[in-house]
């Protein structure tokens, strides 16, 4: 079992930073793809980045290539998404979860894992 905890949400205005961590603990996270999603108010769940366990290999959406960068420290079991340049469209609850595997998937139902989830609300 994994289980994982996020933190580091909260209110900022446009074009600012946040830097989300995700906390896990469980014996097989560091064998485990981990991504975070994001969840606006009334839309689904999207990916937004993941990294894969074994050699670190990154993948973003679209929508955040350029202004988010995911990073992991297996041996502190966290997981970060340094969020840059925020723009209002990424106001969501944003999900750390984690799968197990060296594969990193972007459909939420592929995910084993869940946090509970921190919200970003950017004002203008």
């Known amino acids: 079992q994994v289980q994982l905890v996020e933190s580091g949400g909260g209110l900022v205005q446009s074009g600012g930073s946040l830097r989300l961590t995700c906390a896990a603990s469980?014996?097989?996270?560091?064998?485990?793809?981990t991504g975070w999603f994001r969840q606006a108010p009334g839309k689904g769940r999207e990916f937004v980045a993941g990294?894969?366990?074994?050699?670190?290999?990154?993948a973003y959406a679209d929508s955040v290539k350029g202004r988010f960068t995911i990073s992991r420290d297996n041996a502190k079991n966290t997981v970060w998404l340094q969020m840059n340049s925020l723009k209002l469209e990424d106001t969501a609850v944003y999900y750390c979860a984690a799968r197990g595997g060296d594969v990193m998937r972007i459909i939420p139902s592929d995910m084993d894992y869940w946090g509970k989830g921190t919200l970003v609300t950017v004002s203008s």
């Open positions: 990294v894969s366990w074994r050699r670190g290999y990154t």
């Open positions: 469980g014996h097989t996270f560091s064998s485990c793809a």
